[in-house]
T-cell receptor, first 115, second 113 residues
Framework: NAGVTQTPKFQVLKTGQSMTLQCAQD?????MSWYRQDPGMGLRLIHY???????DQGEVPNGYNVSRSTTEDFPLRLLSAAPSQTSVYFC??????????????FGPGTRLTVL | AQSVSQHNHHVILSEAASLELGCNYS??????LFWYVQYPGQHLQLLLK??????LVKGIKGFEAEFIKSKFSFNLRKPSVQWSDTAEYFC???????????FGQGTELSVKP
């Protein structure tokens, strides 16, 4: 299994540009989520999904959109990039039940810079 | 709302010193508890987890944590740290049932050789 994969690894945008961060998992996990990591603030939940067709907002959803058309994919869209969105973005997935509980598996991250 | 608080932002230790990182959470119901580690330039990896049973859980690389329900705490310990333990450590809590995982702010650990 590849686990959780993210593309791209690095991205530089200009203010106002839009882009999509890709996330895919091959573990058939129901739950997927996006976090942003900023110094001194830990990981903050942006959006999450408990299954295909179901998404919900996390702590810091403004400026981001998500969709979940398949179990495997959970892309994160930046509608109009702002410098405040400069961050490292992590995608994660987990089962909602079973022996592993809610242990989340993380992707390698996308480092985004908005100029 | 759930929240997680890690008391120490930056801890500096010498090799062979003992480590204890504090973690407190606020949620009155059943929780699952996790410690993740992030080595420089890498993504998060699970150190250990608590779901139920023995409140003293052992993880990888000699780490352990104790869940004290009455104190809403889940502190991470290691008897003797190594230089290779230099990393950032995150405590996380998930309220059961459900999938949302809430992270603490992280503690940066620097181990001097």
């Amino acid at each position: 299994n590849a686990g959780v994969t993210q593309t791209p690894k690095f991205q530089v945008l200009k203010t106002g540009q839009s882009m999509t961060l890709q996330c895919a998992q091959d573990m058939n996990h129901e739950y997927m989520s996006w976090y942003r990591q900023d110094p001194g603030m830990g990981l903050r939940l942006i959006h999450y999904s408990v299954g295909a067709g179901i998404t919900d907002q996390g702590e810091v959803p403004n400026g981001y959109n998500v969709s979940r058309s398949t179990t495997e994919d959970f892309p994160l869209r930046l509608l109009s990039a702002a410098p405040s969105q400069t961050s490292v973005y992590f995608c994660a997935s987990n089962q909602l039940s079973g022996s592993s509980g809610n242990e989340q598996f993380f992707g390698p991250g996308t480092r985004l810079t908005v100029l | 709302a759930q929240s997680v608080s890690q008391h120490n932002h930056h801890v500096i230790l010498s090799e062979a010193a003992s480590l204890e990182l504090g973690c407190n959470y606020s949620y009155g119901g059943t929780v699952n508890l996790f410690w993740y580690v992030q080595y420089p330039g890498q993504h998060l990896q699970l150190l250990l987890k608590y779901f139920s049973g023995d409140p003293l859980v052992k993880g990888i690389k000699g780490f352990e944590a104790e869940f004290i329900k009455s104190k809403f705490s889940f502190n991470l310990r290691k008897p003797s740290v190594q230089w290779s333990d230099t990393a950032e450590y995150f405590c996380a809590v998930n309220a059961w049932p459900g999938g949302k995982l809430i992270f603490g702010q992280g503690t940066e650990l620097s181990v001097k050789p």
